[in-house]
């Protein structure tokens, strides 16, 4: 086998020596030496000086390598210049190895602590902050066609001057995500439909119509045909401003959300039905403290859906009549949402929908009971944008369920300082550069992607192609 190979050596470097210590091994490698000017690119240079460098590399067998090798000192005499060389398979600015650095970025696209990105790297935790610092991952420049928004909180710690401490600090963070697969239908190679393309340090109006403004034209904005986000008034607002020609479309979790939330108001209105207060402390009404805690016990069945989990246990049923014989309001809201959901999963054309909905709107909407007449007036309001999610086939859901990496992301590393290394690590772990199964296709195909991964300097094609090898 090749020796270069064997341990893993960056490509262009010449094998003079293995020295082995007692928790690594040190590699005496040489390359050829480059004499061109870094400031006027002149080739009329003379050497100095030397250097020895030591530079971390991958490592072998879980043990810590390093390479050691001597850098010249160059003196250009056409512009006076000094400088060391530097090979292409050297880091510009931190003390490891290319090889070595793709790796410790493809690591940080899982879900990992920075701690367990160390530990398979062999370096320190704190290498792995310089890595994130070093990564530059800038707004995408082009919007896709179907947009996906959502906001999430987020733990950014605030620099206390006077006590020189971190203070904690909980704000809402929106997340920006590329939901045109799942419109079109499109499942790629790793599995994923949607990913996560930018987040914002806020997500107030001003602040997110500042954004959008300042980063696309026009004519950008104007390439949103599909604009998904959840019941939040904000983010309709602003869809209507900065994305003329989107449809805005709902996502049907959160409608059923607020369908259930209806349920359960009724069934908590009706228990305190049953409980009077005298001087302070909590008593029953005769004969009803038994009815209390069924209700009680009772919530999770009265907002399980028929059309998809059917009513066949005996128990179940005798316990939806026990409830609705307590109370007609409650049977009421119950049959109104299991119409809703028959409604929502009907197999006929989807022409037809709408004229259905606009049916139960105008069965409900005058309801006695206030939990339902409450929802059913929101649904009406909100007409037009559940009609879009079935008509074009695209919501939030994908949205939300990024939002539970990022919360993964986030328990993992224990909040963060600062909202740069987040959102490059947010990015990184659910954006386009997630690992894929073959994990060096992301450096091979990274310029295909929106936002793309580059760092402050030039990286080398061979210490590619080393570390591929």
């Known amino acids: 086998m090749n020796i270069y190979k064997l341990y893993r050596l960056p490509k262009g470097t010449t094998l003079t020596g293995v020295v082995e210590h007692p928790h690594s091994v040190e590699y005496c490698v040489s390359y050829d030496h480059s004499r061109i000017c870094p400031d006027c690119a002149g080739t ?54 290319m090889p070595l650095y793709h790796k410790t970025v493809l690591q940080l696209t899982d879900k990992k602590s920075q701690i367990s990105v160390a530990a398979d790297c062999n370096i320190s935790p704190k290498m792995v902050s310089k890595v994130i610092a ?5 707004h995408p420049r082009t919007l896709p066609e179907a947009l996906g928004m959502d906001e999430f909180t987020g733990d950014i710690g605030e620099w206390n001057a006077e006590q020189k401490s971190w203070k904690k600090k909980t704000q809402y963070l929106t997340t920006i995500c590329d939901l045109t697969n799942i419109h079109n239908g499109v499942i790629d190679k ?44 904000g983010f309709i607002s602003l869809a209507k401003q ?22 359960n108001l009724t069934r908590l209105r009706i228990q305190r039905s049953y409980v009077v207060y005298t001087d302070g402390r909590r008593s029953f009404v005769p004969g009803k403290e038994d009815d209390y805690d069924f209700l009680q016990k009772s919530s999770r069945t009265l907002i399980m859906n028929e059309v998809e989990r059917p009513v066949t246990t005996e128990r179940r049923k005798v316990r ?95 909040g963060y300082h600062t909202f740069a290394p987040f959102r490059k690590r947010i990015l990184l772990t659910c954006g386009p550069m997630k690992q894929s199964y073959k994990p060096y296709s992301i450096r091979q195909e990274r310029g295909k992607f929106v936002p793309t991964a580059t760092t402050k300097n030039h990286i080398g094609a061979d210490s590619i192609e080393a570390e591929q090898e």
């Open 190 to 233: 790793d599995g994923r439909n949607s990913w996560v393309i930018d987040v914002l340090e806020e997500r107030s109006i001003d602040f997110l119509k500042k954004h959008f403004t300042t980063h696309y034209s026009l004519e950008q904005r104007k390439a949103v045909k599909y604009f998904c986000c959840d019941m939040h008034g």
């Open 44 to 97: 009329n240079c003379v050497v100095k000086g030397h250097k020895l460098t030591h530079a971390t590399h991958l490592p072998l067998n879980e043990i810590g390598t390093f390479l050691t090798f001597t850098r010249n000192r160059y003196l250009c005499k056409d512009c006076r210049s000094t400088f060391f060389d530097r090979p292409d398979w050297l880091h510009p600015d931190l003390n490891i190895t």
């Open 320 to 414: 939806l009549q026990r409830c609705f014989a307590l109370s007609s309001d409650l049977q009421e809201v119950y049959d109104a949402v299991q119409e809703f959901h028959a409604l929502k999963v009907d197999p006929g054309p989807i022409d037809i929908r709408p004229s259905l909905l606009s049916d139960w709107i105008q069965n409900h909407k005058n309801s006695d009971v206030p939990e339902l007449r409450d929802v059913v007036n929101s649904i009406q309001n909100w007409r037009p944008y559940i009609q879009n999610t079935w008509k074009y086939l695209c919501s939030n859901s994908s949205c939300e369920g990024l939002n539970r990496e990022i919360k993964d992301v986030k328990r993992l590393a224990c």
């Open 134 to 138: 070093d990564i530059v991952l800038d």
């Open 242 to 263: 900065i994305f003329p020609c989107a449809h805005i479309c709902f996502d049907m979790f959160h409608i059923v959300q607020r369908l259930n939330r209806a349920i």
